[in-house]
């Protein structure tokens, strides 16, 4: 294994990504700039061949599976050991998604005691954008950082709304808080 480049945001790791040969990505959820769901899903639309595995600290279904969503293909948090990350960077260039122990279990005990979340309805982009929205990012900020039109944005925040069947924002951030895409600490 060799690392090809380190990146302080998605924005810089997506441009490099773009420009050079690289089998696997490997992201956290948390960075500044353009949102690593985005830069998840733009590569899977533009350059198929990386393959993207997630390395982060969130263990909420909601970022697993708007992740995978996106086309991450393995899935890794860090309270694992670091052979759980090398064991998922094998399984990723073998071709094969994977995810951690503690992901795995999780996501499997949801879908087995799943009535239909709320959230099952949002797209990888609404998910974004209301994680965005929650966490005090203003409208114009998050359209410079998914190279969106505010306008866009805010058709989005009125479609999460809708969805989520919500009225206003802090009813929103409530759900969000509920729903557990972001905890009091955050806001």
Do not use: C
């Amino acid at each position: 294994m060799e690392v090809a480049g380190e990146f302080a945001d998605a924005g810089s790791a997506y441009s490099f990504l773009l420009e050079e040969s690289a089998d696997i990505a490997i992201t956290d959820l948390n960075m500044p700039g353009l949102s690593a769901l985005e830069m998840i899903e733009r590569l899977r639309q533009r350059k198929s061949s990386t393959r993207v595995l997630v390395f982060t600290m969130y263990s909420n279904i909601n970022y697993v599976t708007n992740a995978l969503n996106a086309g991450a293909k393995a899935y890794v948090t860090k309270s694992s050991d670091a052979a759980t990350l090398l064991h998922g960077v094998r399984e990723v260039k073998a071709g094969r998604q994977y995810l951690s122990a503690d992901v795995a279990q999780r996501l499997a005990l949801e879908q087995f005691g799943k009535d239909g979340s709320s959230l099952d309805h949002l797209t990888v982009r609404e998910f974004e954008i209301l994680r965005l929205l929650v966490t005090g990012r203003r409208v114009d900020e998050i359209a410079e950082v998914l190279n969106l039109s505010p306008k866009t944005v805010r058709n989005v925040h009125y479609n999460v709304k809708k969805k989520l069947e919500v009225r206003d924002d802090i009813e929103l951030v409530r759900r969000a808080i509920q729903l557990k895409i972001i905890s009091p600490a955050e806001i």
